[in-house]
């Protein structure tokens, strides 16, 4: 059974940084990509930053040069790192398998508020 529990989010101002973590059961990363969505108000959820089974990141262009992902397969976590914060951040973060269309349920998520 899979398993998916966010935590690290919370208020931080426009150039903050937070680091999300993601522990994980049920999933085998060697045989999973997976990667950090989020969901901002009146928007649909989005993919914003994957790693793939061999290890490899990929971002949005939005998120570059700002965002690390990053795993830790002994122990079963993915990590967001997120640095220089921006208002247009803001929203629930959830960590799940790559692609989206495969996901078969949400965790709670961890929310994420940029502002002033």
């Known amino acids: 059974q899979v398993q998916l529990v966010e935590s690290g989010g919370g208020l931080v101002q426009p150039g903050g940084s937070l680091k999300l973590s993601c522990a994980t059961s049920g999933i085998m990363f060697t045989r999973n990509a997976m990667g950090w969505y989020r969901q901002a108000p009146g928007k649909e959820r989005e993919l914003v930053a994957s790693i793939a089974r061999g290890g490899t990141p990929d971002y949005i262009n939005s998120v570059k040069g700002r965002f690390t992902i990053s795993r830790d397969i002994a122990k079963r976590m993915v990590y967001l790192q997120m640095n220089n914060l921006e208002p247009e951040d803001t929203a629930i973060y959830y960590c799940?398998?790559?692609?989206?269309?495969?996901?078969?349920?949400w965790g709670q998520g961890t929310q994420v508020t940029v502002s002033s």
């Open positions: 799940n398998t790559v692609p989206q269309s495969l996901v078969l349920s």
